[in-house]
């Protein structure tokens, strides 16, 4: 039996005609990097948005570290420590680096009704916040206001947003989505460096990235589970194989 | 066997009821091209009360002149059109991309000019008009219970706009890319549509709609600076509980917020009497029902949010 | 803000001149405030000393309205319930006392009052109240409905008190006197001008450290991106209500001032016009800072006056001008004099 964080069991979504989600069912284990993988239109970001509370399921349930959480509202399953990071990037324009990951830490130090005492000297959530910081190495940047970061600064701060708030499971939605060849290598490095402490679930288009990073992979075509296994098994799945033909080049 | 004391509330009733519906009528018309304007081109404008009270005004001075109402309503019409499509093309086009501060206080600025500008040109006094002569009577539409005309024409006229747009919207081919447009913005442009000047005649039937209302209200009400706002608010509670976009549910909600309001004023103190004393009952009921329709509105919004017929999913 | 070492010395320069000038332009006008009731004494001119008062009223309504709209980023077109509400409070109040009958008698009976001890707190608590209900249901939703529904949430208050036949209905509700304190005479025009000039300055206060708090950074947060908030584990709701009751609040100070100021209160105070221009004030003043409010209420105001001496249709020629503002300024008349801080 699988030590698992993140039990998924026969969700289903559909949208008018579309089956987003067809029976799917995963785990992801405790400690692993679990790769949620598929062609375009495979019904990735519904599963993520599902699993994060963005969109209720139509049929199933989804169990979190021993829980279920199938109907739990977003920022609920965010304090118990399901994070997530955008594809789209959301980090707050307006805000410099210290305040957005500054925002990132608070969540999750009790509520925030604290009307009088100013941030800026509050030594607990500085003391955090600079540690957020230097995990995701923008320290010359951490006055700068996030909407003056390079696209590649801002997708390290994007994970570095759902790292402040020391998660037990970290949904990283294509973390690499925009990047050149530096960024993601730099931004692989940093998901590497994670690993063992918390569980994450990778869903990404850049397969070299998937292949080295993730110790198991799930693969989803058109809201179904095809196949799920570790990196060696995948590889020489016939039906993964098909799935892919033509799409993408699966030799790492 | 009835009562002749219950047949005459019975026949008060019928005749709330009517009221009830010429007030959703004279709402719809408003909230009809609003409702458009704000899910089409995302814009919030303040001033679309300007352009009732613009159709009043020119409406009751081409009739002072003139003595006919109808030709009164002929130049209102063409006049509420061309000033709404003027403004768009000024100002309202300009605020397209802005945020709805910004939409919100240039509209504000807009109601202040034309709120002032009618009151240099025809004073603070209200001005008074009178319905066409061939209206002046009464009908009876239920024996024993004459109805005015002129308010049975307003009904008239409502139903006969309501069906005109179904068909403009339904079998015409502006009318569909207008409704593509109020939920799909992307793909009108890239069907290749005018959304320039799809965007001005939108606005320009809104507020020929709004005049259309305008000059229909002077013979009831008093044509005066300002009387554009407070029909203006109801117009917003309709598009609220309607949803922003949907013709259909200015249509719905039009009619509800009308009777609501109509039968509230007409039959709550009544019935408040029937548990407390006189005044204290009549004192109530004024309150309570001048509220009913913002109480309505806010139980609409805990069932649904965005409205009985969202538009945009 | 710290340098940290990141910012060039030119930069540095910048921001260090930015700051003086702040500073210099800040304190300036606190002695000008100050100042204000001896100038105006001086010059014989004692119908602007209550001018001022008002202008300081009007200005804590607009920082009110600054928190929800600038730091929270909610377009709420119903800010004049709250003031208007606040207002009726003091009046209320100063009416049953002045008939000496109680305001109501159950559940249990509560007392007309002419102390402002006792009537402002109760004007701050009922309008945060009456914030509580109309946010409630108001942040159900965003955008366009959001101020849609603000409007008609003032305008019912409008009718309720309209309908208050009780106190005027209509007509409104006509002081005694001002409102009693011990050691100052509010009744006397300069007394009363650093009481408001006192509360300015404490809500300013309290305004800065709210921003600058844990909460401030909440309430900007959800301004930015609420989707996100949430993610982060954010119970945004709660957060924007209660940023929306203390605004609520603030509006009900600025209006319990008001009713003393006129020594009047009538529905008109909460009319939408009066909500278009408080947002007015804010927009005048620019985005950015607490004080830009403050200065819009000062502009506004002003223009106001001076507009009016030399035509009664002030208004034709000030519609124009928000519209000219609106599309050809950024940043508002506080960017003009202090510059742009980013």
Same mark, same amino acid.
């Given at each position: ?8 069991? #026969? /969700?289903?979504?559909? =949208? ?7 029976? *799917? !069912?995963? %785990?992801?284990a405790? @400690? ?46 965010a304090?118990? #420590? /399901?994070?997530?990071? =955008?594809?789209i ?5 307006? *805000? !410099?680096? %210290?305040?957005?990951? @500054? ?36 320290e ?11 696209? #590649? ?47 994450i ?21 058109? #809201? ?29 | ?28 018309l ?38 006919s ?86 009904i008239?006229?409502?139903?006969a ?15 569909m ?7 799909n ?129 | ?14 921001m ?7 500073i ?45 709209l ?14 208007g ?48 209900i ?77 921003v ?32 929306f ?48 409010p ?9 223009m ?39």
């Amino acid at each position: 039996m699988l030590d698992s964080i993140l039990r998924v069991e #026969g /969700l289903c979504k559909r =949208f008018g005609a579309v089956e987003a989600s067809n029976n *799917l !069912s995963f %785990e992801v284990a405790r @400690g692993e990097i679990h790769a949620l993988i598929g062609p375009n239109g495979a019904g990735k970001t519904t599963a993520i948005n599902q699993l994060t509370g963005e969109i209720t399921p139509d049929a199933g349930s989804i169990f979190f570290d021993g829980e279920e959480i199938t109907h739990l509202p977003v920022h609920l399953r965010a304090r118990k #420590g /399901l994070a997530r990071s =955008f594809q789209i990037t959301a980090v707050f324009e307006h *805000l !410099s680096v %210290e305040e957005n990951l @500054g925002l990132a830490v608070q969540a999750h130090q009790g509520h925030s009704f604290r009307f009088w005492r100013n941030v800026a000297r509050d030594s607990s959530l500085k003391q955090l916040t600079r540690q957020a910081i230097e995990t995701i190495g923008l320290e010359a940047r951490a006055a700068e206001p996030a909407a003056n970061l390079s696209h #590649g600064e801002k997708r390290q701060l994007e994970v570095g947003m759902a790292l402040a708030s020391r998660p037990k499971l970290i949904l990283l939605d294509e973390p690499m989505a925009g990047m050149g060849p530096g960024g993601t290598v730099k931004l692989a490095e940093l998901i590497q460096g994670l690993k063992g402490n918390l569980s994450i679930l990778l869903v990404e288009h850049d397969m070299d990235v998937v292949f080295s990073l993730a110790d198991r992979i799930t693969v989803l075509v058109y #809201g179904e589970v095809i196949a799920s296994g570790t990196v060696e098994q995948i590889r020489n799945d016939p039906l993964v194989r098909q799935a892919y033909l033509g799409e993408e080049v699966i030799d790492a | 066997m009835q009562s002749p004391a219950s047949g005459l509330s019975m026949l008060l009733f019928i005749e709330q009821i009517l009221n009830g519906l010429q007030l959703g009528v004279m709402l719809f018309l408003m909230s009809a091209g609003l409702t458009l304007v704000f899910g089409i081109m995302q814009v919030i404008n303040l001033a679309h009360g300007s352009f009732y009270m613009i159709g009043a005004y020119v409406a009751a001075t081409v009739m002072q002149q003139t003595g006919s109402f109808m030709l009164g309503l002929l130049a209102a019409l063409p006049v509420s059109a061309l000033i709404g499509m003027l403004v768009e093309a000024l100002v309202l086009r300009r605020l397209y991309q802005r945020d709805h501060l910004d939409q919100v206080l240039a509209t504000f600025g807009l109601i202040l000019f034309f709120n002032e500008l009618t009151r240099i040109i025809w004073g603070r006094q209200p001005l008074f008009m009178d319905g066409p002569e061939w209206l002046s009577g009464t009908v009876e539409l239920i024996p024993g219970a004459p109805y005015p005309s002129y308010r049975l024409a307003i009904i008239v006229v409502g139903i006969a706009v309501a069906v005109l747009l179904y068909l403009l919207f339904t079998r015409t081919r502006l009318g569909m890319q207008i409704r593509a447009g109020s939920s799909n913005r992307e793909m009108v442009a890239a069907l290749g549509v005018n959304i320039k000047l799809l965007y001005t005649l939108v606005f320009g039937l809104g507020t020929l709609l709004a005049g259309l209302a305008g000059v229909m209200a002077g013979p009831i009400l008093a044509v005066e600076s300002g009387m554009g706002e407070s029909i203006l608010i109801l117009t917003f509670v309709v598009i609220v509980i309607g949803g922003i976009g949907s013709i259909r549910g200015a249509l719905i909600a039009a009619l509800l917020v009308g009777m609501v309001d109509t039968l509230g004023r007409a039959f709550l103190p009544g019935l408040f009497r029937l548990v407390l004393p006189a005044a204290q009952a009549d004192g109530v009921g004024a309150s309570l029902s001048s509220m009913a329709i913002y109480i309505l509105m806010a139980a609409i919004l805990v069932w649904k949010p965005k409205g009985l017929f969202p538009a945009q999913a | 803000m710290e340098a940290e070492g990141t910012v060039s010395g030119a930069g540095l320069i910048a921001m260090q001149n930015f700051l003086t000038r702040k500073i210099a332009v800040l304190s300036t006008c606190l002695i000008l405030l100050l100042a204000l009731p001896v100038i105006m004494q001086l010059l014989d001119e004692p119908y602007l000393i209550s001018l001022s008062s008002r202008i300081l009223i009007y200005a804590i309504a607009a920082v009110s309205l600054y928190l929800i709209l600038g730091y929270g980023g909610m377009v709420s077109l119903g800010h004049a319930a709250f003031f208007g509400t606040g207002a009726y409070v003091v009046g209320i109040l100063a009416s049953a006392s002045f008939d000496a009958s109680p305001v109501f008698s159950w559940p249990f009976q509560m007392d007309g009052s002419e102390r402002l001890l006792v009537a402002l707190p109760l004007a701050l608590l009922i309008s945060a109240f009456a914030a509580l209900i109309i946010g409630f249901f108001s942040l159900r939703t965003s955008g366009m409905y959001f101020i849609m529904i603000t409007l008609a949430f003032a305008q019912m208050l409008y009718y309720f008190y309209v309908s208050l036949e009780g106190y005027g209905g209509d007509d409104g509700l006509s002081l005694y006197s001002r409102s009693q304190l011990p050691l100052l005479d509010l009744g006397d025009d300069t007394h009363f001008y650093y009481l408001c000039l006192t509360f300015l300055l404490l809500f300013l206060l309290f305004c800065h450290r709210l921003v600058n708090s844990r909460f401030g950074r909440v309430i900007q947060g959800i301004r930015e991106n609420e989707k996100r908030m949430q993610s982060l584990g954010y119970a945004v709701f709660g957060y924007k209500l209660a940023c929306f009751v203390i605004a609520g609040a603030g509006a009900g100070l600025a209006g319990a001032l008001m009713a003393n100021q006129s020594e009047f209160v009538s529905p008109g105070l909460m009319h939408w016009t009066q909500s278009g221009e408080i947002l007015v004030m804010v927009l005048l003043g620019g985005m950015g800072t607490l004080f830009g409010p403050v200065l819009g209420a000062v502009a506004l105001l002003s223009m106001e006056e001076i507009l009016s001496m030399f035509t009664e249709h002030w208004m034709v020629y000030l519609g124009p001008f928000l519209i000219l503002v609106v599309l050809f300024t950024r940043g508002g008349l506080y960017g003009l004099l202090i510059g742009r801080e980013r």
